[in-house]
């Protein structure tokens, strides 16, 4: 276990910040740029733990990168940059899908639920055999969703318990365009599908109960890949996809944890420049308006597909929340922080139709009312959510276990500086890396004390 932080409560939230770049499009523009023949460029691109196991197989794929012009600096299988992360740049020179190299060894994701599906559709429809594998907790995460979908379009691939679990073993053969049904709104998934149409024959499309995440899709527009909609489902043929320059905004999932701390601080403004607007991941922002923040968008424009723009929050008058529906989805990843919002809140917040959240690099249902529960607040799982009872912020600090998860550690960091008494200490900290390597800084920039 690494080390654990201590977190006091501060008196106010205020300042302005840039966070690092969204960490679902740097996954992306690493797969497009790491399959395009030539070289890309990215700006931008999150320094995410998660985001380095990309880079890192596409390279074991035959891709090389090298410096952009932030200086960054490529070491063995891992990266860092000298510059601020929003600042970043690489050049990535790939040999073209077609051209991939075989992978002497397996392809290690790390801790990257988005890496291991994604790329197994990427390499479904490859000449490559790979075997994909990482963490003690990626080989409990569950890829028949992926995997059973990729079998309909003549993908070999193989797996523990037949391709319920990792190691998935991945003999690449020639694919054949199918319809696609999603039970369960999954991007990940979608990008799977949609990144293995780009290698089938005939036309494969998508649909989904409800929408998730589109930064596949809109990367794929931006690209002038052949992508259509009709009728709620997602339709590609096949295509190589063309070098390019890509930019990454900031993460607005990221960018979450300060807008929530000030929304829940009296007297507290926060602003986050330069961050990603995705409408399919902005659901916390309309989360924060029903909680009685202030909230208010500024600078919105469009770049390499995705809109970006400028946020402000200022303090809340703490309304309890109901959460279910297109909300979760498109607020799946800050779900941790409602539950912070609902134990500010005098009254009962529910979320339901999270069940995904049981399947994360946690169970983030019973990490979340476990450790609420440690710090006096009245909560409560669900089967596909939880239930707090909160009385206006009265609890008080505890010691947490984060079970190797970022966004539990980060959530239960503005718990602790948001409470009313008492130190929050929250144990293995290095899980933070996955997403967000420095939050701890950036918080202390803005907690006032």
Known sequence: MSRAISFSPCRQIEGELKVPGDKSISHRALFVAGLAEGPSSISGLSAAKDVSSTLSAMKTLGATVSPGVSKAKVEGESWEVSSKPRDWEILLDAPGWGNLAAPSRPVDVGNSGTTIRILAGILAGSHVESTLTGDDSILRRPMLRVVQPLRAMGADIQGEEGGRLPPLRISGTPLDGRDHDLEMA??????????????????????EPARSRDHTERLFRYLGLPIDESNNRLIIKAAEIPPSQLAVPGDLSSAAFFLVAAAIQPDSHVRIDDVGLNPTRSGILDILSAFGAKVVIENLHERCGEPWGSVEVRAADRRPLEVSGSLTVRSIDELPLVAVLGAHAEGETVVRDAGELRVKESDRIEAMVLGLQAMGVDA?????GFVVRGRGGRFSGARIDPRGDHRIAMAFAVAGITASEGQTVVDDWGCVAVSYPGFEGDLARVAVR
Do not use: N, Y
């Open 380 to 384: 409560a799982a669900t089967p596909d």
């Open 186 to 207: 999954s991007a990940q998934v979608k990008s799977a599908l949609l990144f293995a149409g780009l290698r089938a024959s005939g036309t494969t499309s998508v649909a």
